[in-house]
Each structure stands twice: as structure tokens, then as C-alpha cells.
């Protein structure tokens, strides 16, 4: 293997989940409205996501963050949760949060999505809420879904933006105009484009729902390995 393809994938935006930035995040989705509707939202799609990926028995979610989706992963009385995210100081809120009446089912470490501390086909599903969003390059987005492929057994259920309603074409409009440069840690990916991306990793979509179909940005999809 060349030296090139051994060098861990890290990304700018990782090094923003601090000690402080993590307890911000997890009190982010409690705090008014529209947090809470659009976590609400969120949760709905997760259940769907989940039931049409077989109810898997063995999920892990990466990155977990502070846990917000572990209460709906308990939902399922004998699945087995494993929470893993690239910030220790995130593992570290998400456990101090955890409802204690799950507790015990969980079990969450640190490991980056690009080099997964996990043997081949270690778990049923892989639950990726809100990362690939931030990984804007299509090479660094292929190496994380082979990483995925190779830890799953099954599926993957991940979240994105994707275009084809109406805020992906406000931002792109509003891009235009005022070009966000290299500090962009957020990008909206063409569905066409990730959907091919998943085929060359490995995987076939099974289904998509969208967040709010032909206004939203947030699509969720469930592969399957093929
Ligand atoms: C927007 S949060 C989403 C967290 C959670 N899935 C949710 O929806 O609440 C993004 C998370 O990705 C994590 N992260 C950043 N880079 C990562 C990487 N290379 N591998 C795994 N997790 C990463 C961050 O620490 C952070 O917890």
C-alpha cells in the first residue's frame, strides 16, 4: 500500500467538537422550537430508516455526538447499541447524558469514520446522522463509505444535503453570490452524484426520505451492501 493511502483522512471541521463545543451540542437540540420540531422530524425518519433496513439487531452509530438518537435506537428492545464519534469529549457528554434506563445497553468509544476500530462485518447497520454533509470531497466521501462497507454486514442508514428542492437552490444562488472560500465545512452533494458514489463503494440504495420533500436540504438514505 502506498504511503498515500495509509495517511488517516482528517478533516478541519473535527477539531470544532470540543469539551465545551460538545455540551453546547447536546443542549442544542432542547433549546426552542425549532430544534425540537426538527429533531422530532429527525427521529420519525430514523424509526422509518430503521424499519427499512430489517430493524438491524447490531447498530453502530457513527458519529453518535452527544447520543441524541440513542433513546430511538433502544426503542427496539433486544438491539444492541454502539456509539462511537471522533471526539472523546463527545463519547464523554453523550455517556454523562444517557438515559439511565438504557444505559446499560450501550457501550460507545472514540474512532474516526475514515479508520473505524472495528474488525470486518462487525455489526448489523451503521447509523451515520449528519457527517457526510461536511465532507466535501468526493474521494474523502468514497473512503469513508469503503470504511463503512467493510464494517457492516448489511446496511448503512447516513444523512446528507442533497439538491432538488428549494433551500439546496437558495444556497446555491446565494453561493454564487457570496462565494464561501475555504473555510466551507458544509456542502450540499447532488443527489446524483452520492448516489454513484454509493454504487462504487459498494452499496444499493433500498430507499431515501426526505426531511421536507421539495423544501429541505436533509435526505437520509438507507444502502445495503451488494
Ligand atoms: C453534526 S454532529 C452529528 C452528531 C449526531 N450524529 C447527531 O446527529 O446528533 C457531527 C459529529 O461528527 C463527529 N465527527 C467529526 N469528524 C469525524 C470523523 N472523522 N469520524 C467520526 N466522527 C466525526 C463530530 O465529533 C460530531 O460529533
Redesign the pocket.
Known sequence: MSAKKDAP???E??NK?TREH?QY?YEK?KRGIEPRLSHWR?VQLARKALKIAGEPKEVL??????G??WPTLAENPSRKIIG????AD?VAVALENCPKEIASRITAFQ????AIDMQDNAVDSIF????MH?IGQPDHRIAMLKEFHRVTRDTVILSLWVDGNLKAYQRRKSEERHPRGANQNRFLIPAKVIEQEFVQAGFKVVNHLDFLPLYAMWRVYVLRKV
Open positions: 483522512i482528517k478533516l471541521f473535527s467538537y460538545s451540542y437540540h429527525d452509530d457513527l458519529p453518535c455526538g452527544a441524541r438518537f462511537a464519534d471522533n471526539s463527545m474512532t474516526s469514520a475514515f451515520s446522522m449528519r457527517l461536511h
